[in-house]
C-alpha cells in the first residue's frame, strides 16, 4: 500500500527506473513479478484524478491538456498527467497517490503478480493473464479512488469562462522587443530562449512531445547554457529542467531543457528565477552544463511548447541556426 502511494513521487525524482531490478529479481527467484501490479495502481490512480480535473474543468485550456494526459497514463506513460496536471494543481497528485495506495493494497492482498516486466498500463493485463479479473479489480479500485476524491476535494477551477470559452478577464498585452522583424498584426511572437538550431517537435525522439499532447511548438538544440525569457511574463512553473510561462500576452508556455532531464532532479541547472516571478523578455531564466547534461547520457534538444495552442488558430516556426531572442515561433489568433 505505502509503494503504491509514494511510486508517483519515485517518479518525479527520476527514481522509477530502480525497480528493473526488483522485478527482475522477483522473477528469477520466484517467478512472479508483484511488483509490477503496484506500478500499475499508481499509474491508473493517476490518470483517474488526471481525468477527473479534465472532466470537471470549465476550462478548455485545462481540458486540452487533461484529458490526453490521463489517457497517456492510462497506457503507462505518467508523466504528462503528472507535470502537465496534476502536481500543477497538486490536490489531485494526492488524490492520485491514495488511490494507487489503494490499489496496491488489493493487490498485495490478492497476491496479485505478473509474469513478465516491462508494460505497465492497460497493456499490463498481458502480463497477468493469470489472473486477468484481479488486475482489471485493481484498476477499477486505483483509479476511482483517485477521480471520486479529485472530483469532490481535489480541483475547483480557478477562473470561470465566458460562454464562448473564453477567460473572462483578458491579460493585459505588452510589447515584446525582439531582433527579428516584427510578425503581421494581430500575430503573437515567441522568441528564442536559447541559442543553438531550431529543429521541430519530431526530431526531439520524445513521443509525448512529437506528439504534441503538451500543445505545439518547436525545439532547439542548444549551443549555449543559458535560458532566458521569450516573452515578458509570470513564471508559473519552475522544476529543476524546466520553466513554465505565462506570458503578458496571454500565451502559456513550457522551456523543456533536455529530453528525460527530470531524473537529474535539478543537477546541473542553476535557476536564475523564483516562482510567482515576473520577468521581461529576455532576462536571464536559467543556466545548465550542456557538456555534463549530455555526459550523463541525456539529449539536450529543448521543447518550447504553446501550452494553450488549441486556444489559437495556428503555430508556426523557423527552423535552423536561430539565437536568443530572434523570433522563433508565430502564433495566429
Not at 479512488?145 to 477551477?157: E, R, S
Not at 486556444?311 to 541556426?321: I, R
Amino acid at each position: 500500500m505505502i509503494m503504491g502511494a509514494i511510486y508517483p513521487a519515485t517518479v518525479v525524482m527520476g527514481l522509477h527506473h530502480m525497480y528493473n531490478v526488483i522485478e527482475a529479481g522477483m522473477l528469477s527467484s520466484v517467478g512472479l513479478n508483484t511488483w509490477m501490479p503496484i506500478a500499475s495502481a499508481a499509474n491508473f490512480a493517476q490518470f483517474g484524478a488526471c481525468l477527473a480535473v479534465g472532466l470537471k474543468s470549465q476550462s478548455n485550456k485545462t481540458k486540452v491538456i487533461a484529458v490526453p494526459s490521463a489517457l497517456s497514463a492510462a497506457l503507462g506513460i505518467t508523466e504528462p498527467a503528472i507535470f502537465g496536471v496534476n502536481l500543477r494543481f497538486f490536490k489531485p497528485f494526492i488524490a492520485g497517490c491514495i488511490g494507487g495506495g489503494c490499489g496496491a493494497l488489493y493487490a498485495s492482498l490478492v497476491h496479485l503478480g505478473a509474469k513478465g516486466t516491462g508494460v505497465t498500463g492497460i497493456f499490463g493485463i498481458l502480463l497477468c493473464l493469470n489472473a486477468p479479473v484481479k488486475y482489471i479489480l485493481m484498476f477499477a479500485i486505483a483509479a476511482c479512488v483517485a477521480f471520486a476524491l479529485t472530483w469532490l476535494f481535489g480541483y475547483k477551477d480557478a477562473e470561470p469562462e465566458t460562454a464562448n470559452g473564453a477567460p473572462a478577464a483578458e491579460p493585459e498585452v505588452k510589447e515584446i522587443e525582439v531582433k527579428a522583424a516584427p510578425a503581421a498584426t494581430g500575430d503573437l511572437v515567441v522568441c528564442a530562449p536559447i541559442t543553438g538550431t531550431a529543429v521541430t517537435l519530431k526530431e526531439t525522439g520524445d513521443e509525448t512531445f512529437a506528439a504534441e499532447v503538451l500543445g505545439k511548438g518547436y525545439a532547439i538544440e542548444p549551443s549555449e547554457g543559458r535560458a532566458v525569457a521569450p516573452c515578458a511574463g509570470t513564471i508559473s512553473a519552475l522544476m529543476g529542467h524546466a520553466i513554465g510561462m505565462e506570458c503578458d500576452n496571454g500565451l502559456e508556455l513550457l522551456i523543456h531543457i533536455g529530453i528525460n532531464t527530470v531524473e537529474l532532479d535539478g543537477k546541473h541547472y542553476t535557476p536564475h528565477v523564483q516562482e510567482g516571478q515576473h520577468v521581461n523578455a529576455g532576462d536571464l531564466l536559467m543556466e545548465f552544463d550542456i557538456p555534463a547534461i549530455k555526459k550523463e547520457g541525456y539529449p539536450m534538444v529543448t521543447p518550447v511548447i504553446v501550452t494553450n495552442s488549441d486556444d489559437y488558430a495556428e503555430v508556426s516556426g523557423k527552423l535552423g541556426a536561430i539565437k536568443a531572442m530572434d523570433s522563433m515561433i508565430t502564433v495566429k489568433r
